[in-house]
């Protein structure tokens, strides 16, 4: 067992660490797992969660409004950025599909953007074969090429 002080004092690690920039819970568990023992750190998981100071559904709000206002990423290539930090599909698919009008909408911008951008130097199919890798629909990338045609 431990006792208070020990717990404060690692508590106060896990908070700073997770303050500082933004971190999942699978982070936190790797960064902590060889220094703090594996109970204290579900304690203070615990603790941080119901705070309000870390959670996984949290992250993943934060992350994709910095992702909307930095990037141009398809819907595919957010999951996929969410799914290697650790975040399960199920969080990831819900917070999807409650805003999906949102997602679908940024998605049809990002295609578009990159759809202008690559015309100067590139023709249709290889801006189609380019988006199509990059996980856009196929709905969204013909809109993003008709943009160009105008």
């Known amino acids: ?20 920039k933004k971190r999942t819970i699978r ?10 023992e594996e109970n204290m750190l579900e304690d203070i998981i615990e603790e941080l969660k119901e705070n ?5 559904e949290k992250y993943i ?3 994709i409004n910095e992702y909307i206002a930095l990037k141009n990423l ?19 698919e819900d917070y999807i ?8 909408e940024y998605e049809r911008k990002s295609a578009e953007n ?8 590139m023709d249709e199919n290889d ?12 709905e969204n990338i013909k809109e993003a090429i008709a943009k160009i045609e105008e």
């Open 27 to 36: 982070e936190i568990k790797t960064k902590f797992r060889s220094i703090i």
């Open 74 to 92: 398809s819907i595919k290539e957010l999951k996929y950025k969410l799914a290697s930090k650790g975040i399960s599909n199920t969080l990831i």
């Open 1 to 20: 067992m431990y006792t208070i002080e020990e717990y404060d004092n690692e508590k106060t690690k896990v908070l700073k660490y997770a303050i500082y």
């Open 61 to 63: 709000e934060r992350a």
């Open 127 to 138: 801006i189609k074969s380019y988006l199509m890798k990059k996980g856009y629909k196929e």
């Open 97 to 104: 599909s409650k805003n999906s009008e949102e997602l679908e």
């Open 52 to 56: 309000g100071y870390i959670g996984d």
């Open 114 to 121: 990159i759809a202008i951008k690559r015309a100067v130097n």
